[in-house]
Structures are given as structure tokens and as C-alpha cells.
């Protein structure tokens, strides 16, 4: 990749952490027969021994137990942990209960959401453009209740935890790396608990055969991976370009339930999801636009 420009390989490497986070919903969908929890908690524990030597070899450990030494931020990231493990959990639940369209709409809509989340807790403002957006997102969730008599609720559920644990994260300065490895490392001993229990009431799959070891130590390679290749892209390429390919994974975990899982998409849903991805076009069109305007 020499030959390429910083810009260049930047897009590269983030395309790379969109098709991980991508494929997870194909990789989880061989993984049905196993607790969602467990899984979720090989995520983290896995991820701490990838993450933890990612972080030796970059020199990293004195920041992240500074960070880990600062109350503020210890209690800020036992939130965060705690917040990610939830949003793991229900993502895979929803791949294992052939719900796997209402996260790809949770994904979708999360980038709305994380505008309303600036506007009422960090003081930033709408411009005519992204409140057209949330306006029509907002049409969007209204128009699937009213027409299937169910409220969204896990969609909604995932796009908020993962909006909660960006803003928490957003309220501390820890970089990408050392952050999620402090996380993982808070969380270790209560996953590892939780482990155990499974293990105790007979419901494990980690150590039973080398199909189900390995997918789940998988697990912590596919969340490791995702994180270093998309924050190493954030350092190369502009936040509007990062902005728009974020689109990119939940694209792919709307098209895996749809053509390899098989999941129903009727009139209403698809409605649903056409004016979410017009609400994300209006958006895009405003991210280019305040960058071409910080740019001149």
C-alpha cells in the first residue's frame, strides 16, 4: 500500500473495519445454538488478551492506567463497558431470533440519533438540512408502529446504547485503542463470573469441541480487528469520509439478513427503512457540505 496516499489508505482501512463489523452478523449466524451471553462474553474477555497486546506493542499501558488511576474516568468507562457488553448481547440475540433487520435499522438510525444526542447534551446545533433528516426518521419509526402495531424497541435499543457509549466516550480524552482495552479489562471479572456460572448450570460451549472453542475466541479477533483498523483509519482521513462510510456495515447486515438469512421484508418495513435511507442521504449531503464550508 505504499503507493497509496494517506487519504487513500485511510478509506482502505476503514472499508476493512466496516466489512468485519459486516460479516459479524454472518460469522454470529453459525453460532445460534449458543447463549448469547456467552458469547458476548468471550467478545470482551478474548479481546482483552488481543487488545491488551496490541497495547504492549504500541507502548500504550502507562496511558491506559492513567486513565484507569482517574475516577472520573474509571467510573465514565465502567459505564461504557458495561453499556457495549448490553449492545453485543442484543445485537447477537437479534441474529439468533431472526431479527436481524432490526439491527441493521438500529445501525442505521444511530447516526441520526448521535445529532440528537450533540444537540441536547453538548450543545451543538441542527442545520436546516439535518433536522430534515431527523424529521424523517422520526416519520419513518412512527410510520412501522402505527402500521405493524409494534413500537421498534430493539432497533431503537441499539442505536441508543451504541449513541450512549459514543457520548460517554466522547467525554473523555482516551485514544481508540487504550480506551476499549481499559474497558474490556473493567469488565474482565464479571464476564469471566458469569463464565463460570455457565459452566456451573451445564449451559458453556467454550471447551466443548474445537468448532465452538474457536468461534468464540473468533469472537475477540473479529472486535479487536475492527477497532484497530478503523482507528487507525480516523487518524488518516477526514471525518466527513469516516461519516459516510459508516453506512457501509449496516448495508452489509441488511443485505446478510435479507438474501443469506432468509428474514421477511414487507411493504411497511421496507418503507420504513427507504425513509431512513433517505433521512441518511439528506444527512450525508449536510456532513459533505459543513466540511466543504470548514474547508474554504
Not at 43 to 50: A, E, Q
Not at 269 to 281: D, E, G, N, P, R
Request: aromatic share 16%; with cysteine; charged share 10%.
Amino acid at each position: 500500500m505504499k503507493h497509496l496516499t494517506d487519504e487513500q489508505r485511510g478509506v482502505v482501512f476503514a472499508v476493512i473495519a466496516h466489512l468485519f463489523w459486516g460479516m459479524m452478523a454472518v460469522y454470529f449466524g453459525f453460532m445460534r445454538h449458543i447463549n448469547p451471553w456467552e458469547i458476548a462474553v468471550n467478545r470482551g474477555i478474548w479481546s482483552v488478551v488481543i487488545a491488551g497486546f496490541i497495547v504492549w506493542w504500541l507502548g500504550l499501558f502507562g496511558k491506559t492506567f492513567s486513565a484507569l488511576s482517574n475516577p472520573r474516568y474509571l467510573v465514565i468507562l465502567t459505564l461504557t463497558s458495561a453499556t457495549i457488553v448490553f449492545n453485543w448481547t442484543l445485537y447477537v440475540w437479534c441474529i439468533q431470533q431472526g431479527r436481524t433487520l432490526d439491527a441493521s435499522q438500529g445501525y442505521f438510525i444511530n447516526p441520526l440519533m448521535n445529532v440528537v444526542a450533540g444537540y441536547i447534551f453538548l450543545g451543538e446545533r441542527f442545520n436546516k438540512l439535518q433536522m430534515a433528516a431527523i424529521a424523517l426518521a422520526v416519520v419513518a419509526v412512527l410510520t412501522q408502529t402505527i402500521a405493524t402495531g409494534v413500537f421498534p424497541y430493539i432497533g431503537l435499543s441499539l442505536a441508543a446504547s451504541f449513541c450512549m457509549y459514543g457520548l460517554l466516550r466522547k467525554t473523555i480524552a482516551i485514544g481508540a485503542i487504550e480506551g476499549f482495552f481499559a474497558e474490556v479489562l473493567i469488565i474482565a471479572l464479571p464476564l469471566l463470573a458469569l463464565e463460570f456460572w455457565l459452566f456451573k448450570n451445564g449451559q458453556a460451549h467454550f471447551g466443548d469441541g474445537v468448532f465452538n472453542t474457536l468461534m468464540l475466541m473468533g469472537c475477540g479477533v473479529f472486535t479487536t480487528g475492527a477497532l484497530l483498523f478503523y482507528s487507525t483509519s480516523l487518524k488518516l482521513i477526514r471525518y466527513s469520509t469516516a461519516g459516510l462510510l459508516q453506512y457501509l456495515s449496516p448495508s452489509l447486515v441488511f443485505l446478510t439478513a435479507v438474501f443469506i438469512f432468509g428474514e421477511r421484508l414487507d411493504f411497511w418495513k421496507l418503507l420504513s427503512f427507504a425513509m431512513i435511507w433517505a433521512a441518511l442521504v439528506i444527512y450525508s449531503i449536510s456532513t459533505v457540505t459543513s466540511a466543504r464550508e470548514v474547508n474554504v
